[in-house]
């Protein structure tokens, strides 16, 4: 099993539309988790951190279950700036240098 | 206003010519890392540094090595490259005893010829 998995892509979206992504991860132990977007040949940024009560921040909620041991990024009222894809990372610490694990990416194109 | 910059943005190279890429950070974070990505694949960890401590992982090649002279500045070297080795190469700084994530510079995408 991977370190961190997430949903095979593409999601192709219309506008408006609400999207979920989900990332599971195989370390119990891990401490911190985040979800990065990156554009088509840029480099990721952070889009969000996940806290275990939940957080969001907009149109976006970010989701953490600790017994099933995934992650969830929900996206709502899916806008065309939106697309792009979403890497989930997971970081065996908190706040500790050790490697973290990134997922593939899950693609969101957002069609007009 | 830039924290992590890469230079430079594309390079090309030569098969088997040394090439260095370069690393500069404002955010004056102690942990600075180096990824490579290929297409449609996750980045993937080469070494970092945490302060002067170098941490290389087990399956990166003996052909890059990296320098961190001080805080702000860290460089990759490939040491002769190889058609395998074009990608997007990401510095990333943290800072540690926090809980943000990594910021990222804009990559190196480099081509080798």
């Known amino acids: 099993r991977k370190e961190v998995e997430q949903d095979p892509g593409p999601f192709n979206v219309p506008e408006g539309a609400t999207v979920a992504f989900n990332c599971t991860y195989s370390n119990s132990a891990s401490q911190s988790f985040f979800w990065y977007r990156q554009d088509c040949r840029k480099e990721p940024k952070l889009l969000m951190s996940?806290?275990?009560s939940g957080n969001e921040d907009g149109r976006f909620t970010a989701q953490l279950n600790r017994a099933s041991q995934y992650i969830s990024l929900l996206i709502r009222d899916s806008k065309l700036s939106d697309s792009a894809t979403y890497l989930c990372?997971?970081?065996?610490?908190?706040?500790?240098?050790?490697?973290?694990?990134f997922g593939t990416g899950t693609k969101l194109q957002v069609i007009p | 206003d830039a924290m992590v910059i890469q230079n430079p943005r594309y390079q090309v190279t030569q098969f088997g010519k040394p090439v260095t890429l370069s690393c500069s950070q404002t955010l004056n974070h102690n942990v600075m890392y180096w990824y490579q990505q290929k297409s449609s694949q996750a980045p993937k960890l080469l070494f970092h540094y945490y302060d002067k401590d170098f941490n290389n992982e087990a399956d990166t090649p003996d052909n890059f090595q990296s320098r961190r002279p001080n805080t702000s500045f860290c460089f990759l070297d490939i040491r002769s490259p190889g058609l395998g080795d074009a990608a997007m190469y990401l510095c990333a700084t943290r800072e540690t005893g926090t809980n943000y994530g990594y910021t990222f510079g804009s990559g190196t995408r480099l081509t080798v010829v």
């Open positions: 990372v997971v970081n065996p610490t908190s706040g500790g240098y050790q490697k973290v694990t």
């Open positions: 996940v806290y275990s």
